[in-house]
Nanobody, 125 residues
Framework: QVQLVESGGGLVQAGGSLRLSCAAS????????MGWFRQAPGKERELVAR????????AYSDFVKGRFTISRDNAKNTVYLQMNSLRPEDTAVYLC??????????????????WGQGTQVTVSS
C-alpha cells in the first residue's frame, strides 16, 4: 500500500519557521517529481513548490519565493519543505504529492496521483 505521510505542521507566530516532512512508503518515488500543495478553507488547492526527480531542479509559486525551500532525500524516500518568514496568509493544510508520470515536472494537482492526508499550518499575527 502506497502512503505519503506529512508531519511538522503546527502553530507558529508570524515571522517564524516550520519544516515539513513527507515520508513515502510502499514504493519508491525517486523517478517522480514531488510537490507540496496547500489548501485553505474555501479556497482551491494550489501548488507551493515542486522538486524534480533529479533533486536539483525546483520551482516555487510567487507567493513563497525566497521564503520556502523544497528538498528531497531519495535514499529516505522523503521530501521536505522549509518554511521561513511565515505569514498569516500561509495558514492552510499542506499536502505532499507524487507526480503521476515518471521524469515529468508537473505543476497541476490533477497531474499528481498519490497524496498525503495533509498537515495543518497555522500562522498567527
Amino acid at each position: 500500500q502506497v502512503q505519503l505521510v506529512e508531519s511538522g505542521g503546527g502553530l507558529v507566530q508570524a515571522g517564524g519557521s516550520l519544516r515539513l516532512s513527507c515520508a513515502a512508503s510502499g514504493r519508491t518515488f525517486s523517478s517522480n517529481t514531488m510537490g507540496w500543495f496547500r489548501q485553505a478553507p474555501g479556497k482551491e488547492r494550489e501548488l507551493v513548490a515542486r522538486i524534480h526527480w533529479n533533486g536539483r531542479d525546483t520551482a516555487y509559486s510567487d507567493f513563497v519565493k525566497g521564503r520556502f525551500t523544497i528538498s528531497r532525500d531519495n535514499a529516505k524516500n522523503t521530501v521536505y519543505l522549509q518554511m521561513n518568514s511565515l505569514r498569516p496568509e500561509d495558514t492552510a493544510v499542506y499536502l505532499c504529492a507524487a507526480d503521476s508520470t515518471a521524469y515529468a515536472f508537473s505543476r497541476l494537482p490533477q497531474q499528481y496521483e498519490y497524496w498525503g492526508q495533509g498537515t495543518q499550518v497555522t500562522v498567527s499575527s
